[in-house]
């Protein structure tokens, strides 16, 4: 933490920590007239045979795991008796338990005006042998804030109970002669050890806090200094996370994480235990005054630790505080731990993230999840918790042992009510969008232009998010009607111009229309620029047989020729793209199969391509486009004018342009002439297929592949030479198998040609006769409409 997060933390926690997680009393069982149905009267001290009855009368106890119940002894191994076959005389009770409640109230650190009551819930019998592994209570009822445990007087050793929390524990034994009364905090870790002889009998209550639960009153010089101490934290500037370091901006929030865990059941302003208490209360007092927005959240928060471990052994290990722990010969002796659990050293990193915010108001929407170092105070570190799950991952050789930590805290965070919308905004981006725009909408033009405006700083970077195409479309249309031309184009430059679907494209022409040709044309060039533009494999070839031609039309559609303008720049750049691209597909392509998918795959793009040059009656684009289909001199041509054709056939639209009439006429001629190629001898084993390398060995194995007569080679190369070949081989998808003969020295690499090499023949023959026959029968669909003269 930095300074002024050390001086809240500081101060904080010298308010309140009067209380305890937990308490114990012990009290005369006089006043507790015990009764249950099918026995009779409970006589104290409790004899063994009345213990035996009461193990007879019961049932196994069964224990709560997420959203089950489950029943499993290697877990929870005692006798239950519900608390319906039980019967106490609670006037009498009253007279012991009222008086010990008020004084476990005080010890817990309640309020003054907080009342505590306790519900009973059943009573257990844990014989020799049977225990309660280490567990935490769940809240059985809204306001239940801990759990009290009432030991009957009986004679046994062992059994004694654990009660752990934040590093400080407990042992609680019994009594032959008095009652044990035991009550802790929900959140406690606590287990029962196992019984060695006699029984250990207890009655369970709920403790549920009524009445008044509001922390008294600060001294006002305390809230003061508080209240300073967060106004010099919100005023200090920082390094920016989101500038890299160079902007220096006051922290967003203040995040304290309380000392006590909490469900979400469990967690309110006013069932909150302890100092938390006392400590929300001061902080809600600082909001304020200071005109802050302030919520209860819980934290799941993940830390790695570089730790030490001398067990033997190193091995993966995952673990958790449900393990079990050395039974030491003295039950009350101090010095036990969790096993396998290692020596924590440095912390190498940790991750905060808030979730199920509780408000004095409305639920807040849009606050991010993360918490940043900056914004985080705490009074307790959560090393001192109980972590959830551990895992442990020993040396490695490249790193030493780390250990990884997840727990589950609770915290306050507060912010300047100022601040809210920036805050919301970098956390949802959409959210901030739609904010402007309802304001824009109601007509409060100035204050929407200066929210707009206080994007800027972090835009760029939170405009970065998952669901871009909904957040593109928001602000496309806020765009248009913010008519400020810089915040604007601010507000669009993290996109890119292949977002743009044909949905969104008659949002380009209302940008025109209100910025003008040269703000666009400005646009576009961020959009397209190298730095700006992220693509997949297929992205753009998707966009430019979806989108490209939608975006033409709309732009073209404009009265004057500045749409046009604008789309003629968008077809010059996808026509450079995609002749790169297929120079690119021929030069870099393994094989002529994998030439042949790349290039296919490209006739829906080029469909587009020529539908919106079209549009625009930019017949050049066009003209060039065909001319590079139909181009003798290009290799593997008819793969682009079978894709074009296949493309086209299947996004039919009225009236085919006469452009592919030319391609559908080039391809049959194409086709044919493979067709006419002769048929491979039977005893022609020649592949000729070229080789890109030129280097020596690459020579001898173009040699032997061109050769008919020859199917073996058998050839003693060095292992970077031999590697060299198998990859060629490989990388071509050559039908030979390739195979190292490890004898001699250097080995022997053994070539020989496979009988893929007729197969693939005879299959591609087939192919292109489909192919021909495809093309004949479409011949009519690819003739443009007559025109009426």
Not at 83 to 94: C, F, M, P, T, Y
Not at 140 to 162: C, E, H, N, Q, Y
Not at 280 to 289: C, D, F, K, P, W
Request: overall charge neutral.
């Amino acid at each position: 933490m930095h300074a002024a997060l050390e001086d809240i933390a500081r101060l904080l926690d010298r308010i309140g920590g009067r209380g305890s997680y937990a308490t114990r009393r012990s009290s005369p069982p006089d006043d507790l007239g015990l009764e249950v149905r099918g026995i009779g009267r409970i006589r104290f001290p409790i004899t063994p045979p009345a213990a035996r009855k009461l193990c007879e009368l019961a049932h196994p106890a069964r224990y709560g795991y997420k959203d089950e119940t489950r029943l499993d002894r290697r877990v929870r191994d005692t006798w239950e008796i519900r608390g319906s076959r039980l019967s106490i005389d609670e006037r009498r009770w009253a007279r012991t338990l009222v008086p010990q409640l008020e004084r476990i109230r005080r010890d817990l650190g309640l309020p003054e005006k907080c009342r505590l009551r306790a519900e009973l819930h059943n009573l257990l019998v844990y014989g020799p042998g049977q225990f309660f592994a280490p567990h935490q209570d769940s809240e059985k009822a809204d306001d239940m804030i801990g759990t009290l445990v009432v030991s009957l007087p009986s004679r046994f050793t062992g059994g004694a109970m654990v009660i752990e929390h934040q590093r400080q524990r407990m042992l609680v034994g019994g009594s032959a002669r008095h009652l044990t009364l035991v009550a802790f905090y929900a959140d406690c870790r606590h287990e029962v050890r196992p019984v060695k002889q006699g029984h250990r009998i207890v009655l369970t209550y709920k403790l549920i806090a009524e009445g008044d639960d509001s922390a008294a009153p600060l001294p006002a010089d305390r809230v003061e200094s508080l209240s300073a101490s967060v106004r010099r934290f919100f005023e200090t500037p920082r390094p920016s996370r989101l500038a890299g370091g160079r902007e220096q901006t006051p922290p967003d929030r203040l995040v304290y994480l309380l000392d006590y865990q909490y469900t979400q059941r469990a967690l309110a302003w006013g069932r909150l235990k302890n100092s938390d208490a006392e400590r929300a209360a001061a902080l809600q007092e600082v909001a304020r005054r200071l005109d802050c927005e302030i919520f209860l959240a819980l934290a799941d928060i993940h830390e790695t630790w570089l730790c030490e471990d001398e067990s033997d052994g190193y091995r993966r290990r995952r673990w958790s505080y449900y393990d079990e722990v050395d039974d030491a010969d003295d039950e009350f002796q101090d010095d036990y731990a969790s096993v396998g659990a290692p020596e924590l050293m440095d912390l190498i990193d940790s991750d905060v993230e808030l979730r199920h915010w509780v408000g004095s108001g409305s639920r807040p929407r849009g606050i991010p999840a993360g918490v940043g170092n900056d914004e985080l105070c705490f009074t307790k570190p959560t090393r001192d918790f109980d972590p959830f799950e551990s895992d442990y991952e020993p040396y490695t050789g490249n790193a030493g042992n780390t250990v990884d930590r997840w727990y589950h805290r609770a915290a306050v965070a507060l912010w300047p009510r100022e601040r809210t919308f920036v805050i919301r905004a970098r956390a949802s981006p959409r959210w901030a969008i739609d904010h402007v725009t309802q304001k824009l909408e109601a007509g409060r033009t100035a204050e929407a232009l200066e929210l707009a405006r206080r994007l800027m700083p972090f835009w760029s970077n939170c405009a970065r998010v998952e669901n871009r195409r909904g957040l593109l479309e928001a602000t496309l249309k806020l765009a248009a009607k913010l008519a400020d031309p810089h915040t604007a184009a601010a507000l669009l430059q993290p996109f890119t111009l292949l977002e743009i679907t044909a949905k969104l494209a008659p949002r380009l022409p209302q940008l025109l229309d209100r910025y003008g040709t040269k703000w666009c044309r400005s646009l576009l060039k961020q959009w397209t620029s190298e730095g700006n533009v992220y693509e997949t494999a297929d992205g753009r070839p998707k966009w430019m047989g979806s989108a490209l031609a939608p975006i033409c039309r709309a732009l073209g559609a404009r009265e004057s020729s500045d749409g046009r303008t604008l789309a003629a720049e968008i077809l010059i750049l996808q026509q450079a793209w995609l002749f790169r691209h297929v120079t690119l597909t021929l030069e870099m392509g393994s094989s002529d199969a994998t030439i042949a998918r790349a290039l296919a795959a490209l006739g829906r793009p080029i469909l587009g391509l020529i539908e919106a040059s079209r549009a625009i009656k930019q017949t050049e684009i066009e003209e060039e486009v065909v001319d590079l289909l139909i181009d003798a001199t290009v290799e593997h041509t008819v793969h682009l004018q079978l894709g074009l054709l296949r493309a086209a056939h299947e996004h039919r639209r009225p009236g085919a342009p006469s452009a592919l009439e030319k391609v559908h006429a080039r391809c049959i001629k194409d086709v044919a002439a493979r067709l006419a190629e002769p048929i491979r001898g039977h005893d022609d084993w020649s592949i000729n297929i070229p080789l890109r390398c030129r280097c020596e060995i690459c020579v001898i194995l173009s040699r032997f592949l061109a050769a008919a007569d020859k199917t073996r080679l058998e050839w003693p190369l060095a292992k970077e030479k031999r590697a060299h070949i198998h990859r060629t081989i490989d990388s071509r998808e050559l039908p030979v198998r390739h195979e190292t003969r490890r004898t001699g020295s250097p080995y022997t690499l053994v070539l020989e040609k496979t009988s893929a090499l007729f197969q693939r023949e005879a299959a591609a023959r087939r192919m292109w006769q489909a192919e021909f026959d495809w093309l004949t029968h479409t011949t009519a669909d690819f003739r443009p409409p007559k025109v009426d003269r």
